[in-house]
Each structure stands twice: as C-alpha cells, then as structure tokens.
C-alpha cells in the first residue's frame, strides 16, 4: 500500500547507490537501504523486518541520511529556481541576495501521519509494510 507524495516530497529516481556506506552492503542491507529510501521519498510510514546481524542498524543509519542529504539538495534546487523565476525584475543582484539571506523560513509541516493524526481519532494504520529476507 502506497500513498501519493506530499507537496514537500518531490519524487525524484529513487537512489540505488549508498556510496557512504562503510562496507560493500549484502543484498539484504541494498533492499533495505533502497525500500526505506523509497518509504522516506513517499511520505510514507515503513516497517521492516530482516534477520538478526543482517546490518539493520546500519543500513537504517546509511539510508535514512542519504534520503536526508538529498532532500536537501532538491529544496535547496527548487528554492533557487523560484529565486531565478523571481529575480526578473529591476534590483539589483546583491539586493536580491540579502532579501533571501535574512528571509525567515517558514516552520516545516509537519509529517504526513501526524496531520493524519490529529485530525482523526481512529488508531494507527500500516500505510507501507515490507518483510526482507
């Protein structure tokens, strides 16, 4: 079960390298880091299970930071977008740069499942569940 990405989450190819990772991940740890990544990029609630030493640990770590990392980097893409599209008009460069740079940022929404939450009273729900191995 699946739901449609927020308006936060741009969807972008979900990544299937996690080049940090400290060793050469097994195929358990790559499906791991690769469904939590996609679970994350969704907006989606995950739980997983796999064997015990199978790297749980690690590749949540490995994963989750990756998704972070580029989450990043696409709001820090689509905030310069929108500053170009903006920035067609007659000041300056620099007065531009520090309009954005004293900009307060808006708080951030909170995640999908505690919106769910608070507007409804019925228990929780399993929105994405994935056994590996």
């Known amino acids: 079960l699946g739901r449609t990405p927020g308006p936060a989450c741009k969807m972008a190819?979900?990544?299937?390298?996690?080049?940090?990772?400290?060793y050469s991940p097994y195929p358990i740890q790559q499906a791991?880091?690769?469904?939590?990544?996609?679970?994350?990029d969704n907006g989606s609630i995950g739980l997983f299970e796999s064997p015990t030493g199978t790297g749980k640990t690690?590749?949540?770590?490995?994963?989750?930071l990756h998704w972070l990392e580029?989450?990043?980097?696409?709001?820090?893409e689509a905030q310069?977008?929108?500053a170009a599209a903006a920035?067609?008009?007659?000041d300056p460069d620099w007065l531009r740069e520090v309009h954005r740079s004293t900009a307060v940022?808006?708080?951030p929404e909170p995640h999908p499942w505690l919106r769910r939450r608070s507007k409804s009273n019925s228990g929780p729900r399993v929105?994405?569940?994935?056994t590996l191995g």
């Open 127 to 130: 929105v994405q569940a994935q």
């Open 58 to 64: 690690i590749s949540l770590i490995c994963g989750a």
């Open 80 to 82: 310069a977008a929108a």
């Open 87 to 90: 920035g067609d008009d007659d």
């Open 32 to 40: 791991f880091m690769e469904a939590l990544y996609k679970t994350l």
């Open 105 to 107: 940022a808006p708080p």
């Open 13 to 22: 190819s979900h990544r299937t390298e996690f080049p940090e990772h400290p």
């Open 70 to 76: 580029d989450f990043r980097q696409r709001e820090k």
